[in-house]
């Protein structure tokens, strides 16, 4: 062939790479095939396994405490001449206070899970002090609703030790405990957050991703259903703000933000908080859809009172049924009462739907107060 023994060698060499890389593309375009085949086999086995390994408590929060009594006697005392300490006791926590034959207990009624557990706490404190009149009502829900913001930052620090989290800004502890108090759907959201913090720290070691920052965005994807104030940002994007504003990794952020794909998901992360949070939520028996508008339309019905100039306190009560406004009575004369409680009631007629009728009751008061040195 008139070739010397190296260019014999270098052309044989030649030939057999291109015969090798042939092979090899025919065995990657089999193995690309096979893998297409098997991913969603082998990722439905992931998820099977993960919802196996978790043991979910079944916890639907409702609208209503028992508040258990000694006797019936003390019944007579927690209303009080003429009502005056029930009423005391309603203005204060902004809960329903219903006393009937039920034998040795009373029901507390509230939509917010915060102010039933204040008005607990307090009737607790009231009924085993034995003092219970109107001025001591108002100084024991107070110290109440100090102790409440305690135990959240008490709880949030319990949750992230259960869950081996470390490293959490305080501020962001302090929500996660306030999550105790909400729920989403019916379904507690401090539950559902342990519970889809679970699920991606199992499905994150199933496919070799880092489990503790899984467990750490599983924990904290529903942060920003806890804000301070009311606000129109959605709550995957208020969530992602405030994480970042308390330097979480930006992975992080991230799955928080995109678990309702509100941004695009960049890191593997993401659709593993969304796919827990979908396990989480959608197991039978978790959520309730009816509840939360229900909830939304109380909401709504107090954020209208808080509309008119001199309303101090707005509360919904009766289900709804009852708009309980107190005013100022520095701001608003007797008169201005009765035309406020005809302006709320048309505000509610024009801007909301809701079933049956709602009655405004505005209540002013005047009081006068000295010390005896």
Known sequence: SGLSADEAKSQLVESLKEAARADAMALIQDTIEEAKLTAQQEAKKIIINTIQRIGTEEAVENCVSVFNLESDDVKGRIIGREGRNIRALEAATGVEIIVDDTPEAIILSCFDSVRREVARLSLHKLVTDGRIHPARIEEVVKKTKKQIEEEIIDIGKRTVIDLGIHGLQPELIKMVGRMKYRSSYGQNLLQHSREVAKLCGVMAAELGINPKLAKRAGLLHDIGKVPET?????????????????????????????????????????????????????????????????????????????????????????????????????????????NLSFEISQKIQTDMTYPGQVKVTVIRETRAVNIAK
């Open 230 to 338: 009311e606000t129109e940002v959605p709550h995957a994007i208020l969530g992602m703000q405030w994480a970042e504003k308390h330097g979480e990794k930006p992975e992080v952020c991230n799955a928080i933000g995109a678990h309702h794909d509100e941004i695009e998901m960049n890191s593997l992360l993401s659709p593993i908080v969304q796919v827990c949070d979908a396990i989480s939520g959608a197991r039978p028996g978790a959520r309730r859809q009816v509840l939360d508008s229900y909830i939304q339309r109380l909401k709504d019905l107090e954020e209208i009172a808080f509309g008119f100039g001199g309303v101090k306190k707005a509360y919904a009560i009766q289900a709804g049924r009852e708009l309980r406004v107190i005013v100022e009575s520095e701001k608003v004369n007797d008169e201005k009462a009765s």
